[in-house]
């Protein structure tokens, strides 16, 4: 079975820009969370989404959304980029909602805010 | 609020000795405490998980134990390797979502 794979790997953008970022789960994996990941902060959950709803959301600003489509893909998208957004964006995708069952994790989206 | 708390962030270790690692939760309600090795470029991989109506379990050099009243949980490696060599995170369901702890970065020296 394939695993997570997130498009594209690296990006680099500069303040006030916007970036979708993508991620396909695993084959049968209805849940996509999507984590930030930055070293002084660690992993920050933004946003969950199952069967194209948002289930749960983190602390983030509005500039940070997200969907899901039918075939469980999902995207995210930050607005109006800031020099703090710069950070390793993780996907993580789940047969079920909610957090109780394990998650598998893509290789990330290294965002550069310049 | 709802947060896990890990320790210690830095972990060295000889070859051949074992790590521990410690993490406390906030929420009494969380019954699933994975935790994850994220290696240099990569994305975080699930390396064991405890549910609430378990003390222990194993899998082969890597053991988990989960205190429910004090609300802590550790991760023990055995027979360190090398290859061990990494940076570990624990989680916590809180609130319906997966909370990590700060991370510890574990370096095995050969």
């Known amino acids: 079975k394939a695993g997570v794979t997130q498009t594209p790997r690296y990006l680099i953008k500069t303040r006030g820009q916007q970036v979708t970022l993508s991620c396909s789960p695993i084959?049968?994996?209805?849940?996509v969370s999507w984590y930030q990941q930055t070293p002084g902060q660690g992993l920050q959950f933004l946003f969950e989404?199952?069967?194209?709803?948002?289930?749960n959301k983190g602390n983030f600003p509005g500039r940070f959304s997200g969907r899901q489509f039918s075939n469980s893909r999902s995207e995210m998208n930050v607005s109006t980029l800031e020099l703090g957004d710069s950070a390793l964006y993780l996907c993580a995708s789940s047969l079920e909602a909610g957090g109780f069952n394990e998650q598998f994790f893509g290789p990330g989206t290294r965002l550069t805010v310049l | 609020g709802e947060n896990v708390e890990q320790h210690p962030s830095t972990l060295s270790v000889q070859e051949g000795d074992s790590a521990v690692i410690k993490c406390t939760y906030s929420d009494s309600a969380s019954n699933y405490f994975p935790w994850y090795k994220q290696e240099l470029g990569k994305g975080p991989q699930l390396i064991i998980d405890?549910?609430?109506?378990?003390g222990e379990k194993k899998d082969q050099r890597i053991a988990v134990t989960l205190n429910k009243t004090a609300k802590h949980f550790s991760l023990h490696i055995t027979e360190t390797q090398p290859e061990d060599s990494a940076v570990y995170f624990c989680a916590a369901t809180l609130g319906n979502k997966l909370t990590f702890g700060g991370g510890t970065r574990v370096l095995v020296k050969p």
């Open positions: 989404y199952f069967s194209e709803t948002q289930r």
């Open positions: 405890i549910r609430s109506n378990v």
């Open positions: 084959s049968g994996h209805r849940s």
